[in-house]
């Protein structure tokens, strides 16, 4: 038995929720192996649990996605050792910990070229659009995408990605820095969604051209103008609520917009079946290996700063992939 230092919630609420604990961490079971972290991905989701938009059991541990060694392997486990660089992103919640046992067929390696941190900036937000841009839609050369918070740590994978699957990728984001973040990520066009008529700026720059694909992750203050944004027939995904839940839907707005398809997906199931997991996998570290994705870390806080990095990300202040260092 060793110790550990984790982040808990006893109750929803604020950034001040979080505390950090000691806890005890017990020889990995027969098919698990623990990790010593050194790299936690923060991802958004983190934000609506702690709140208790995605209602947890409490108390409980936060997070989703680390990088690190691993330490000690289970009787059972084949495949892995003790020194080997280990990713996860789908193995239950309780990422933000100094170390921790996961169950070995959730774990990927991570490949030569990649740090541990740049390994826990991407493997979450890298397989969301990995099944967004090639399984919800597979992006064509020659499509329109739109995408949403697009200097995001999901906005700018999705932006540069689509760019290099041949798409023309128009993009939003809360301000004019964001947006020429996205610009630099892949965008060719990108508006400040925080001004108003920036739906028809948007089209009009494109030539009147709307996209085949709409990618919303902001929700309620997003969705109705994703349906305006959206070609006939087009398809909106919408992954994310950042600005809070979009109220109920009348489904005849969906013939009216243009006989549009919609859909509500997420990662964990895309990604449950673990050989599913590790070709996704492989498919993203093949997309940054060729620098269609960039792994990039643009904030660090240690794990004592957890609540000024949720504070961070909760008033919009982050952009790009930002990880916890335990
Ligand atoms: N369904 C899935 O499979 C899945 C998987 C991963 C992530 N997601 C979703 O994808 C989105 C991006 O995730 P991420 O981790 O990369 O986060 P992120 O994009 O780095 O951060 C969220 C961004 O949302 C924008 N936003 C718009 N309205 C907001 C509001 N009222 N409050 C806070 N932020 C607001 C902000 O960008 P601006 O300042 O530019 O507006 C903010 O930076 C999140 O909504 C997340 O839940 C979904």
Request: hydrophobic share 45%; aromatic share 6%.
């Amino acid at each position: 038995m060793s110790l550990a230092r984790r982040v808990v919630i006893h109750e929803v609420g604020d950034p001040e929720v979080m505390r950090i604990e000691d806890a005890e961490l017990a020889a990995p079971g027969a098919q698990e192996v623990r990790v010593r972290q050194t790299a936690v991905g923060f991802n958004y989701i983190d934000v609506y649990q702690r709140q208790g938009k995605y209602p947890l059991p409490l108390p409980s541990g936060l997070g989703h996605e680390a990088a690190g060694v691993v330490e000690a392997v289970g009787a059972a486990v084949s495949g892995f050792a003790p020194g080997d660089r280990v990713a996860y992103m789908n193995a239950g919640i309780g990422a933000y910990a100094e170390a921790r046992n996961v169950a070995a067929d959730k774990l990927v390696p991570v490949p030569g070229g990649l740090s541990d941190e740049q390994a826990a900036a991407v493997l979450f937000k890298g397989l969301t659009a990995q099944y967004l841009l090639r399984r919800t839609h597979r992006v064509q050369p020659g499509q329109t995408v739109l995408v949403h918070a697009a200097a995001g740590g999901v906005g700018q994978i999705l932006c540069s990605w689509a760019k290099a699957l041949g798409a023309r990728v128009l993009a939003t984001a809360g301000s004019e820095a964001k947006c020429e973040l996205a610009r630099r990520a892949g965008a060719d066009l990108a508006v400040d969604y925080s001004q108003p008529g920036w739906t028809q700026r948007l089209l009009e720059a494109n030539g009147g051209r709307k996209a085949e694909v709409v990618y919303d992750s902001v929700g309620r203050d997003t969705f109705e103008h994703s349906l305006d944004c959206a070609a006939p027939f087009g398809l909106v995904v919408l992954y994310g609520v950042a600005s809070g839940p979009v109220p109920p839907l009348d489904t005849e707005l969906l013939n009216r917009k243009g006989c549009l398809y919609l859909t509500r997906p997420s990662v964990f199931p895309h990604n449950a079946d673990p050989a599913t997991l590790r070709a996704n996998a492989a498919e993203l570290f093949d997309a940054v290996a060729r620098g269609w994705v960039r792994a990039e870390v643009s904030a660090r806080f240690p794990l004592d700063e957890v609540v000024a990095m949720h504070r961070a990300a909760q008033s919009r202040a982050t952009q790009g992939a930002v990880v916890l260092v335990p």
